[in-house]
């Protein structure tokens, strides 16, 4: 196929001609990665202006992940290697769903050997050119540290849910492997930037070995297609909290445009970080959420991940599957006796140790079942390495000598330990000949187990020969799975557990047994319903779909990048959208004459996060200096009640003031305040305050503020979560009691606000544009800065009055928000020290005015 890629961008860059095929450019790429380490940060950005004139055939997907699906091997002669697919790995599961055919997709990640430098280019030639695999070689102790050390000591342990209290539970947090960390997700970008084709790949990275990943690709492509999906768990925001470098992973996450997670309550506590850490809040849109990031939409995909049906079926299918489902019969059933099966990784959160003590409690509580019984245990490797692993090895071998020497009788033992690796196919013969599956584990991210022994005990016609069955009769299976791993909440049917309850899963073991047939059957159907119709091909096909959804609008967004190292991230706004320079608009507002100037105050002149909330002595010296310029009417518009501003802008005799989001009105300070909305009858509050009031104590931190037209409740020193989810239900309670009354019930920025119907900052703006317009002074210059919801009100106004009558024909016009985000705004200013300083040279300007006048 021919694609464009990074690659083939710098050959013509360099000059050479005519551009290499995709064959000759595939075996030079070795060579590109030193080219690029050299570039580090001078290549572009974002390379969307570049157009190679090569196109993309159908659509490619780049998958990233730690280890690529492939089995290495030495040859014989020890003189080169062999390559083979590891078929039961999940990213080739994944490509054979996505289907050849629709979608071509490329493999980048580590091999499982290591390969010495001399042999890293031929190996890479071959890989690509046979498998389509980008091998990422890593020095072996800086992959030592980044996987055995940060993944599995760090990050591993506290995804699920183990804090390092002490030395011996989990690693400290240690900079240097977090760095290891952060190298290694450099050099995985390095390599995707090989073969990438940024406008048209699609890149999808997997797990959490690769979580700062998306930061370094949007950084080098800003309009980059990433997804990232989380196979572990996501802990609570109580655990994850403790993590040093907690918000350099949320922010390298948000960098993705879409984050995928097994189950609702990993994305819930995902999004729990983000409200606590980042202050960033998600929405839901017709069932999609949404976490608005510096102006991008990063979408939140919640669907757990299915086994092959195909492979599955194959495997059930071959003649060894089904000679060793004969063994299996001859050693259990035609004994008389019930096989339930356990196949779990040899790790600590696997729940191996809970399992048999479960069992041992089984046969005390059951004795009925003691020669009857079998628990067939398949320990596999261990993943990682430590004390921890050695630890479960040795409490798992006791446990079950201990139990086979107390209720083992001659020629039965009633646990079987397999903790060699077994062929996938004696596996699935474990899983056909099994009446019940248990799965233990205290904590999973998904575990497909349950899955696979659904889909065996369905079968096949030379199966059910094999095991002497009546194909006509229904299919049963039996499930007790724990409450904490993420297949759970799609096994409705099966029989859930909490595994540190040992009284509990033995009584489940019991239950399974026991259980009429009938409802067997129904519990089974139920289940394979779902697995077979929510296969791998399924999720991946819809992870996509809703990837190529998150970034349909690419193309219109205008993006450039912000922060350094992992800070880092991209603002995507309108292409109208832009910021405003200072110089520009000081020499737009010399060389006009009748200027219109509207401010909103807090998050505008006054920083949000500021304790004392009164205007500087400077602040009131730029106000009266724009103020004294007779070709100026200036306005603070704030949401404050009139007491207040009277209080803080008594030095500012000409400022002209409008508080209460512009009910109450003033021209200058020798003014009377004006009232611009309905008469103010506030018997609704008699109905809204006791409401608030209850709210009040029972959020802690909340206040209520009574104004004179309108009443506030804020949440700004709450919990961040507790106080939104009691302001969504005391806006619809205000809601409820308060629809016949003659008031709009709004939520903002920590608060919900009561206030009059028809009145916002819009009418101020209109109510100053027609003054002025009465007094023949139409302005041809108009600023109006605000920083929240209720500012775009004003907005909207000045934007609407272009070539109206309320303005000069030759009017310029400067609506300006604070901070990048969309607005209905076209310019704006990053905060409130730019907002000083524009304010600053504008009131310089009209003092050298009045001077040369």
């Given at each position: 196929?021919?694609?464009?890629s990074?690659?083939n961008?710098l050959e013509?860059?360099?000059?050479?001609s005519?551009p290499?095929s995709?064959?000759q450019?595939?075996?030079r790429?070795p060579?590109?990665?030193d080219?690029?380490?050299?570039?580090?940060n001078?290549?572009?950005?974002?390379l969307s202006?570049v157009?190679?004139?090569?196109?993309?055939?159908?659509?490619?997907v780049?998958?990233?992940?730690?280890?690529?699906?492939?089995?290495v091997h030495?040859?014989?002669?020890?003189?080169?290697?062999?390559?083979?697919?590891?078929?039961?790995?999940l990213?080739?599961?994944?490509?054979?769903?996505?289907?050849?055919?629709?979608?071509?997709?490329?493999?980048?990640?580590?091999?499982?050997?290591?390969?010495?430098?001399?042999?890293?280019?031929?190996?890479?030639?071959?890989?690509?050119e046979t498998?389509?695999?980008?091998?990422?070689?890593l020095p072996?102790?800086?992959f030592?540290r980044?996987?055995?050390?940060?993944?599995?000591q760090?990050?591993w342990?506290?995804?699920?849910?183990?804090?390092?209290?002490s030395?011996d539970?989990?690693?400290?947090?240690?900079?240097?492997?977090?760095?290891?960390?952060?190298?290694?997700?450099k050099?995985f970008?390095?390599?995707?930037?090989?073969?990438?084709?940024?406008?048209?790949?699609?890149?999808?990275v997997?797990?959490?070995h690769?979580?700062v990943?998306?930061?370094?690709?949007?950084?080098?492509?800003?309009?980059?297609?990433?997804?990232?999906?989380?196979?572990?768990?996501?802990?609570?925001?109580?655990?994850?909290?403790?993590l040093?470098v907690r918000?350099?992973?949320?922010?390298a996450?948000?960098?993705?445009d879409?984050i995928?997670?097994?189950?609702?309550?990993?994305?819930?506590?995902?999004?729990?970080?983000?409200?606590?850490?980042?202050?960033?809040?998600y929405?839901?849109?017709?069932?999609?959420?949404?976490?608005?990031?510096y102006?991008?939409t990063?979408?939140?995909k919640i669907?757990?991940?299915?086994?092959h049906?195909?492979?599955l079926?194959s495997?059930?299918?071959l003649s060894?599957?089904?000679?060793k489902?004969?063994?299996?019969?001859?050693?259990?059933?035609?004994?008389?006796r019930?096989m339930?099966?356990?196949?779990?990784?040899?790790?600590?959160?696997k729940g191996?140790?809970?399992?048999?003590?479960?069992m041992?409690?089984?046969?005390?509580q059951?004795?009925?079942?003691?020669?009857?019984?079998?628990?067939?245990?398949?320990?596999?490797?261990?993943?990682g390495?430590g004390?921890?692993?050695?630890?479960?090895?040795a409490e798992?071998y006791?446990?079950?000598?201990r139990?086979?020497?107390?209720?083992?009788?001659p020629?039965?033992?009633?646990?079987?330990?397999?903790d060699?690796?077994?062929?996938?196919?004696e596996?699935?013969?474990?899983y056909v000949?099994?009446?019940?599956?248990?799965v233990?584990?205290?904590?999973?991210?998904?575990?497909?187990?349950?899955?696979?022994?659904?889909?065996s005990?369905?079968?096949?016609?030379?199966?059910?020969?094999?095991?002497?069955?009546?194909?006509?009769?229904?299919?049963?299976?039996m499930l007790?799975?724990?409450?904490f791993?993420g297949?759970s909440?799609?096994?409705s049917?099966?029989?859930?557990v909490?595994?540190?309850?040992i009284?509990?899963?033995a009584?489940a073991?019991?239950?399974?047994?026991?259980?009429?047939e009938?409802?067997?059957?129904?519990?089974?159907?139920?289940?394979?319903?779902?697995?077979?119709?929510?296969?791998?091909?399924?999720?991946?096909?819809?992870?996509?779909?809703?990837?190529e959804?998150?970034?349909?609008?690419?193309?219109?967004?205008?993006?450039?990048?912000i922060?350094?190292?992992?800070?880092?991230?991209?603002?995507a706004?309108?292409q109208?959208?832009?910021?405003?320079?200072?110089e520009?608009?000081?020499?737009a507002y010399?060389?006009t004459?009748?200027?219109?100037?509207l401010?909103?105050y807090?998050?505008?002149?006054?920083?949000?996060?500021?304790?004392?909330?009164s205007?500087?002595?400077k602040s009131?010296e730029?106000?009266?200096?724009?103020c004294?310029?007779?070709?100026?009417?200036v306005f603070?518009?704030?949401?404050?009640?009139?007491?207040?501003?009277?209080?803080?802008?008594c030095?500012?005799?000409?400022?002209?003031?409008?508080a209460?989001?512009?009910?109450?009105m003033?021209l200058?300070?020798?003014?009377?305040w004006?009232t611009?909305g309905?008469?103010a009858?506030?018997?609704?509050?008699?109905?809204?305050?006791?409401?608030?009031?209850?709210?009040?104590?029972t959020?802690?931190?909340?206040t209520?503020?009574?104004?004179?037209?309108s009443?506030?409740?804020?949440?700004?020193?709450?919990d961040?979560d507790?106080?939104?989810?009691?302001?969504?239900?005391?806006l619809?309670h205000?809601e409820?009691?308060l629809?016949?009354?003659?008031?709009?019930?709004?939520?903002?920025?920590t608060i919900?606000e009561?206030?009059?119907?028809?009145?916002?900052?819009?009418?101020?703006?209109?109510?100053?544009?027609?003054?002025m317009q009465?007094?023949?002074?139409?302005?041809?210059?108009v600023?109006?800065?605000?920083?929240?919801?209720s500012?775009?009100d004003?907005?909207?106004?000045?934007?609407?009055?272009?070539?109206?009558p309320?303005?000069?024909?030759?009017a310029?016009?400067f609506a300006?928000t604070?901070g990048r985000?969309?607005?209905?705004?076209?310019?704006?200013?990053?905060?409130?020290?730019?907002?000083v300083?524009?304010?600053?040279?504008?009131?310089?300007a009209?003092?050298?005015?009045?001077?040369?006048?």
């Amino acid at each position: 196929m021919v694609t464009r890629s990074y690659s083939n961008l710098l050959e013509l860059a360099s000059g050479e001609s005519p551009p290499p095929s995709f064959d000759q450019l595939n075996r030079r790429i070795p060579r590109v990665v030193d080219i690029m380490s050299n570039l580090d940060n001078d290549y572009p950005s974002d390379l969307s202006a570049v157009s190679p004139s090569s196109v993309s055939l159908k659509d490619r997907v780049i998958i990233v992940a730690n280890q690529l699906p492939i089995r290495v091997h030495r040859k014989l002669d020890n003189k080169g290697w062999t390559f083979d697919w590891v078929e039961d790995s999940l990213l080739l599961q994944l490509k054979d769903g996505l289907g050849e055919d629709d979608v071509e997709v490329i493999y980048v990640g580590c091999l499982q050997e290591e390969i010495h430098l001399n042999e890293q280019e031929e190996v890479s030639q071959i890989l690509l050119e046979t498998f389509k695999c980008v091998p990422t070689f890593l020095p072996p102790e800086l992959f030592s540290r980044f996987y055995h050390g940060f993944c599995k000591q760090q990050l591993w342990p506290l995804f699920h849910y183990m804090l390092p209290l002490s030395p011996d539970l989990g690693g400290r947090f240690d900079r240097s492997l977090w760095q290891a960390y952060v190298s290694v997700n450099k050099i995985f970008a390095d390599k995707i930037l090989e073969v990438i084709n940024p406008e048209d790949d699609f890149v999808w990275v997997h797990d959490y070995h690769l979580m700062v990943l998306p930061t370094f690709l949007r950084k080098r492509f800003n309009r980059v297609k990433l997804g990232f999906f989380l196979h572990s768990p996501f802990p609570s925001s109580e655990i994850y909290k403790t993590l040093p470098v907690r918000e350099e992973l949320l922010r390298a996450l948000l960098n993705s445009d879409l984050i995928g997670f097994h189950t609702f309550d990993y994305a819930r506590h995902f999004l729990s970080c983000c409200s606590r850490m980042l202050g960033i809040s998600y929405e839901s849109k017709r069932g999609y959420i949404g976490l608005e990031y510096y102006g991008r939409t990063v979408s939140i995909k919640i669907l757990a991940v299915g086994i092959h049906m195909g492979q599955l079926k194959s495997v059930l299918s071959l003649s060894e599957t089904e000679k060793k489902v004969a063994e299996l019969k001859s050693q259990f059933c035609d004994r008389g006796r019930v096989m339930m099966l356990g196949v779990d990784d040899m790790d600590i959160f696997k729940g191996i140790s809970l399992k048999l003590l479960a069992m041992e409690q089984f046969l005390i509580q059951h004795p009925e079942w003691r020669g009857k019984v079998v628990l067939v245990q398949i320990a596999n490797p261990a993943r990682g390495r430590g004390r921890d692993v050695q630890e479960v090895q040795a409490e798992t071998y006791s446990t079950v000598k201990r139990i086979n020497e107390t209720f083992g009788q001659p020629g039965y033992d009633p646990v079987i330990l397999i903790d060699k690796p077994l062929p996938f196919y004696e596996k699935i013969a474990y899983y056909v000949v099994a009446e019940c599956c248990l799965v233990t584990a205290v904590r999973d991210g998904m575990n497909l187990i349950p899955y696979e022994y659904i889909i065996s005990r369905q079968g096949n016609e030379r199966l059910d020969k094999a095991l002497e069955l009546d194909p006509s009769n229904r299919k049963k299976s039996m499930l007790v799975v724990s409450e904490f791993i993420g297949c759970s909440p799609s096994l409705s049917g099966a029989i859930r557990v909490n595994p540190w309850n040992i009284d509990a899963v033995a009584e489940a073991m019991d239950c399974a047994i026991e259980m009429a047939e009938a409802e067997k059957q129904l519990r089974h159907e139920k289940h394979y319903r779902y697995v077979s119709t929510h296969d791998v091909g399924y999720w991946a096909h819809s992870f996509l779909q809703d990837l190529e959804r998150a970034c349909k609008d690419h193309g219109r967004r205008r993006c450039w990048g912000i922060g350094f190292g992992l800070g880092f991230r991209v603002v995507a706004l309108d292409q109208s959208f832009r910021k405003l320079s200072i110089e520009h608009i000081v020499s737009a507002y010399r060389r006009t004459k009748k200027r219109a100037i509207l401010l909103d105050y807090d998050g505008t002149l006054m920083p949000q996060a500021s304790i004392d909330k009164s205007p500087s002595s400077k602040s009131i010296e730029i106000l009266n200096k724009l103020c004294r310029d007779e070709n100026n009417m200036v306005f603070l518009v704030s949401a404050r009640s009139r007491t207040t501003l009277d209080a803080w802008f008594c030095p500012c005799e000409n400022l002209g003031l409008a508080a209460e989001h512009g009910y109450f009105m003033r021209l200058n300070r020798n003014a009377e305040w004006e009232t611009h909305g309905p008469a103010a009858d506030c018997c609704w509050k008699q109905i809204a305050e006791p409401v608030m009031k209850l709210y009040t104590e029972t959020t802690d931190g909340s206040t209520i503020e009574d104004k004179e037209t309108s009443l506030v409740w804020s949440y700004e020193d709450s919990d961040p979560d507790f106080g939104s989810c009691q302001a969504k239900e005391l806006l619809d309670h205000l809601e409820s009691v308060l629809a016949n009354e003659p008031v709009s019930v709004k939520s903002g920025k920590t608060i919900v606000e009561v206030k009059p119907q028809g009145v916002n900052k819009g009418l101020v703006a209109e109510r100053i544009l027609s003054i002025m317009q009465e007094r023949g002074m139409l302005p041809d210059f108009v600023l109006c800065i605000g920083d929240d919801r209720s500012d775009e009100d004003m907005f909207e106004v000045i934007m609407n009055s272009i070539a109206g009558p309320s303005l000069s024909p030759t009017a310029e016009i400067f609506a300006c928000t604070v901070g990048r985000k969309p607005s209905r705004a076209k310019y704006y200013l990053d905060d409130t020290v730019e907002i000083v300083r524009l304010m600053q040279g504008l009131a310089s300007a009209s003092e050298e005015a009045a001077l040369t006048s």
